[in-house]
């Protein structure tokens, strides 16, 4: 679980995941804002060597579960730093009452003016227990124009274990940055997903950080919009 620089200010880690029985790993994204405080979007399970790096990079200050589904690790982190501020999206408190979140990500706000973050409205997946909203909210980090995602969007590629690239195959989302089939079949709510989309179309940026899948180092914002004019079937131009 080594962080990665991605960039200035930007770190990655990574940890192995399976979903449905498919490798699909799971990805933290750490931004250290200028005040030195370090912001944590979707933490993951940590080893000592990687709370200790963290901790010569800054202050962890924020500690986000960006949507409903990646909060499995959050519990741990907050028992290491009891003194962040944990960030929840709408309906994370009442599926995980055994946490405490200090705030909710539920309009559009930034971080001292360097990372944005807009709730992704409207958008679901169809899961073993039905459809589920996900209740994302997304990220800009404007000095590296990185947007950060979690679950709207994948990009399993060449590096992916083999049955995750066929599923991936099968679902519409491999090799390309996008949501799977079934995102596209759950989201009944078409145009408020498309409002949403437009909202992040309006950010610049060129990277993109999905939590599953490989990193799209340029290029994404073409490839993200495209991604969801396959997803919306129609053009966002």
């Known amino acids: ?8 200010n930007l770190w990655t880690a990574t940890q192995p995941l399976r979903f449905l029985g498919l490798a699909v790993g799971s990805r933290m994204t750490v931004v250290r804002l200028p005040s030195q405080e370090l912001v944590l979007i979707s933490p993951i399970e940590m080893e000592a060597s990687t709370y200790q790096a963290l901790d010569q990079l800054g202050t962890v200050r924020h500690i986000i579960a960006p949507n409903l589904f ?44 360097v990372l944005d973050y807009l709730p992704f409205e409207g958008f679901a997946a169809i899961l073993p227990k039905g459809i589920k909203l996900a209740h994302e909210t997304v990220f800009c980090h ?57 909202q992040v179309l309006a950010w610049d940026f060129d990277r993109v950080i999905p939590g599953h899948g490989a990193i799209v180092a340029q290029g994404g914002k073409a490839q993200f919009q495209a991604g969801y004019e396959w997803f919306l079937e129609k053009a966002l131009g």
């Open 1 to 8: 679980m080594t962080l990665i620089e991605t960039a200035p």
């Open 70 to 113: 990646h909060h499995l690790s959050v519990g741990a982190t907050q028992a290491r730093y009891p003194d962040a501020q944990v960030w929840g999206v709408t309906g994370l408190a009442a599926k995980r009452p055994d946490l405490t979140f200090d705030a909710v990500l539920n309009a559009p706000g930034s971080f001292e003016t």
């Open 142 to 198: 404007r000095p590296s124009r990185t947007l950060i995602l979690t679950d709207i969007a994948f990009n399993f590629d060449p590096t992916s274990d083999l049955l995750t690239r066929l599923a991936a195959q099968m679902l519409g989302s491999y090799n390309t940055l996008r949501p799977s089939r079934l995102e596209k079949w759950g989201s009944r709510d078409k145009a408020t997903v498309e409002a949403s989309v437009r």
